[in-house]
């Protein structure tokens, strides 16, 4: 089990920025990855952006350049710096781990609560 707690959301500007933090009850260099996804109104989950056990990095193509991915040993948490936000952005962002489960064979996801984020214009 990995629970997950997000913080950092609220309300912006467009052009604005905001820092999410995910912090988790496990090492998170011990999972396979994290990741962050978001859902706005309406609208089905998506992936906003992803690290992997080793570092590797993905973003999905019409967040590039705004969003970065990172992970801090220190506090065990991973952060999503979203830079030049516009209201299309709005949504609730959602903390994901990502762990192999050797009772069940596959990988498990887990998330956290989600934390809303609101772009004024």
């Known amino acids: 089990q990995v629970q997950l707690v997000e913080s950092g959301g609220g309300l912006v500007q467009t052009g604005g920025s905001l820092r999410l933090s995910c912090a988790a009850s496990r090492n998170i260099f011990s999972l396979n990855a994290m990741a962050w996804y978001r859902q706005a109104p309406g609208k089905q989950r998506e992936l906003v952006a992803r690290?992997?056990?080793?570092?590797?990095?993905d973003y999905v193509d019409f967040l590039k350049g705004r969003v970065t991915i990172s992970r801090n040993a220190g506090e065990n948490t991973v952060s999503l710096q979203m830079n030049s936000l516009k209201p299309e952005d709005t949504a609730v962002y959602y903390c994901n781990a990502q762990d192999w489960n050797s009772y069940v064979g596959s990988y498990v996801d887990y998330w956290g609560q989600g934390t809303q984020v609101t772009v004024s214009s």
């Open positions: 690290i992997t056990s080793r570092g590797s990095t």
